[in-house]
């Protein structure tokens, strides 16, 4: 079945530095959504990208979806320690199932 | 308005004996779903409702599993009986559109 693969799966920063985790497919997505997860906590939901080479933004997150629609990238600009948590990307269909990648865990130290 | 309830938030059974998680959708949403999160591996799909009707169950790993949403209201997932593979966190979600919700989970351990 479809695979969704996103790495690294763990990854460490000082506060105040860059983070990117990416996400990546051998088939074309449908549509990408990425979710937060903190600690003890559940995912929730943060932005869905549709069109190819699409780029969205939110505050200090930026979202892009590639070309081909095979891969996707969340890339947080000076991590704070409220970024820390899994964050998840995964293929999204209307009316079926999503399909996770495995997740990013961050960690932030100040 | 309230969001996706599951209940027990924590259970820790025995090898062999039966639980059963429940899950509240959000009022008026058709579609629910079931994931299950192993400790440090992906959310994997368990299963899919429309309404009462499972859409997709693909994702069950045995008939140990039995999930059920009778009256398309809130749902049931049975484990019976538990192994211990069974042990993490179940996830609950429902969605109307493109957005899907997430509960906070029923924390499953088997000893």
């Known amino acids: 079945g479809q695979q969704v693969m996103q790495i690294p799966q763990y990854q460490h920063v000082q506060e105040g530095e860059d983070f990117t985790t990416y996400c990546n497919s051998s088939t074309t997505l449908s549509n990408i959504q990425w979710y937060k997860q903190r600690p003890g906590g559940h995912p929730v939901f943060l932005i869905q990208?549709?069109?190819?080479?699409e780029v969205k933004k939110q505050k200090r997150l930026t979202f892009q979806f590639g070309e081909a629609k095979k891969n996707s990238s969340l890339h947080i600009t000076a991590t704070q320690t409220t970024d820390v948590g899994t964050y998840f990307c995964?293929?999204?269909?209307?009316?079926?199932?999503?399909?996770f990648g495995k997740g990013t865990t961050l960690s932030v130290s100040s | 308005e309230a969001g996706v309830t599951q209940f027990p938030s924590h259970s820790v059974i025995e090898k062999g004996q039966t639980v059963t998680l429940r899950c509240d959708p959000i009022s008026g949403h058709d579609n629910l779903y079931w994931y299950r999160r192993v400790m440090g591996k992906e959310i994997k799909f368990l299963l899919h409702f429309v309404k009462e009707s499972k859409q997709d169950e693909s994702g069950m790993p045995n008939n140990r599993f039995l999930a059920e949403r009778t009256g398309g209201t809130y749902s049931t997932l049975k484990v019976q009986p538990a192994e211990l593979e069974d042990s993490g966190v179940y996830f609950c979600?429902?969605?109307?559109?493109?957005?899907?919700?997430f509960g906070e989970g029923s924390w499953l351990t088997v000893v």
């Open positions: 995964a293929d999204y269909q209307a009316g079926t199932a999503l399909i």
């Open positions: 979600a429902s969605s109307q559109g493109n957005t899907i919700y």
């Open positions: 990208l549709v069109k190819s080479g």
